[in-house]
């Protein structure tokens, strides 16, 4: 069965600094790799994808992920952060199919 | 689009009581998840439609958990005797492409007293 370890549970950064946050997933193939993140009260967004292809994948926000088969990791990366990034970010795997399987997330807090 | 909507948005039930959360997906999205997160286990896949048919259940915790779909606009997951353990955010998620890019809706908060 594939697995999703985010090794932080919690982040402190400040704002204006870079952030990177880690995943490894334990699988046989390359699944479908994700990152959501959650602000506080709300639903989970989705920020960006990997399928295939191009290994430095850019998504919304300013956030960008990079897949290393070699490493078994989809880490996710933002240059500068913002006040607003402050929220909870979970990277999930697919093996092909419909059932995402989720991280036990990071918390990113956001220092002025 | 209003995107994915769930009521309602919290629920406090007293322990034996029916609990019933609802969903309506993103229009045109044939697939459809109800996910349950808790502190302890995460996010987790309850059960999976597909043009409104239940594919994978596996994930529902007990016979106590049911879940719906009579049409494409519409789920029902409903908790029948409710426990406090059920204690739980319940997410409902939608997606025109089998899951792999699914759009959450802003949960319904349950407490079971």
């Known amino acids: 069965a594939q697995s999703v370890t985010q090794p932080d549970i919690h982040i402190t950064v400040s704002e204006g600094a870079s952030l990177e946050l880690r995943c490894n997933y334990s699988y046989g193939a390359t699944p479908y790799l994700f990152w959501y993140v959650q602000s506080p009260g709300q639903g989970l967004q989705l920020l960006l994808k990997?399928?295939?292809?191009?290994?430095l994948v850019q998504g919304i926000k300013g956030f960008e992920a990079e897949f290393k088969r070699s490493q078994s990791s989809f880490n996710l990366r933002k240059p500068s952060v913002h006040w607003s990034d402050a929220a909870e970010y979970f990277c999930?795997?697919?093996?092909?199919?419909?059932?995402?399987?989720f991280g036990a997330g990071t918390t990113v807090t956001v220092r002025a | 689009d209003a995107g994915v909507i769930q009521s309602p948005r919290h629920e406090v039930t007293e322990m034996g009581q029916e609990v019933t959360l609802r969903c309506k997906p993103i229009s045109g999205h044939n697939s459809l998840f109800w996910y349950r997160q808790t502190m302890m286990r995460g996010l987790e896949l309850l059960i999976y439609f597909n043009n409104n048919v239940p594919i994978d259940d596996s994930g529902m915790p007990e016979d106590r958990f049911s879940a719906k779909m009579p049409n494409a606009s519409f789920s029902t997951l409903k908790i029948q005797p409710s426990e406090p353990r059920d204690s739980a955010v319940y997410f409902c998620?939608?997606?025109?492409?089998?899951?792999?890019?699914?759009?959450f809706g802003q949960g319904t908060r349950l407490t079971v007293v």
């Open positions: 999930a795997v697919a093996p092909n199919d419909y059932k995402l399987s």
């Open positions: 990997y399928f295939s292809g191009d290994t």
């Open positions: 998620a939608s997606s025109p492409l089998g899951g792999t890019e699914a759009f």
